[in-house]
T-cell receptor
């Protein structure tokens, strides 16, 4: 299957700081999705990206579909304690139909 | 609309037993997906339905696993002769035409 590398694996930040994380692939993807998952729950969709170069915001979250189509970035501004969770990227490869490949996640801890 | 629902939320079973999980997608969503997630990993694709047709299956879906969506609405995932390695969170997601998938809360399976 496709490999998606997320970095960093984990982050510990102070409340109010901005956060940046990214996701890279060895192959090009058609679609990038960003999810947040809290313990014992399913992933919650944050942002969907469909075109190379696309920049989309959802409140304090901003995500970009990389120009090369092999990466995507998620930024969170002015973090708050409820931002705690694991953030996953997911990509859809043009040759694998409706399968989405997920990264291994970035665990975010916000210290009040 | 209450989102994707899954039942049960937790299942503990003994090795060798059969288990069945249910997923109710968002109303009118024609696409339904099953994923498996183990600790510290992102979700891994298992299978995909468009309406009642099972269109894609991952190699992860061994012959002990079977999924159905008989009327194009809810879906069931059955695991026969469970093994300890089947212990995981089983996630269901649904989407309407587009590739934007919305996940349910998952079913946590523990095989003793």
């Amino acid at each position: 299957g496709q490999q998606l590398n997320q970095s960093p694996q984990s982050m510990f930040i102070q409340e109010g700081e901005d956060v940046s994380m990214n996701c890279t692939s060895s192959s090009i993807f058609n679609t990038w999705l960003w999810y947040k998952q809290e313990p014992g729950e399913g992933p919650v969709l944050l942002i969907a990206l469909y075109k190379a170069g696309e920049l989309t915001s959802n409140g304090r979250l901003t995500a970009q579909f990389g120009i090369t189509r092999k990466d995507s970035f998620l930024n969170i501004s002015a973090s708050i304690p409820s931002d705690v969770g694991i953030y996953f990227c997911a990509g859809q490869h043009p040759n694998t139909g409706n399968q989405f490949y997920f990264g291994t996640g970035t665990s975010l801890t916000v210290i009040p | 609309d209450t989102g994707v629902s899954q039942d049960p939320r937790h299942k503990i079973t003994k090795r060798g037993q059969n288990v069945t999980f249910r997923c109710d997608p968002i109303s009118e969503h024609n696409r339904l997906y099953w994923y498996r997630q183990t600790l510290g990993q992102g979700p891994e694709f298992l299978t995909y339905f468009q309406n009642e047709a099972q269109l894609e299956k991952s190699r992860l879906l061994s012959d002990r696993f079977s999924a159905e969506r008989p009327k194009g609405s809810f879906s069931t995932l059955e695991i026969q002769r469970t093994e300890q390695g089947d212990s995981a969170m089983y996630l269901c997601a649904s989407s309407l035409h587009t590739d934007t998938q919305y996940f349910g809360p998952g079913t946590r399976l523990t095989v003793l």
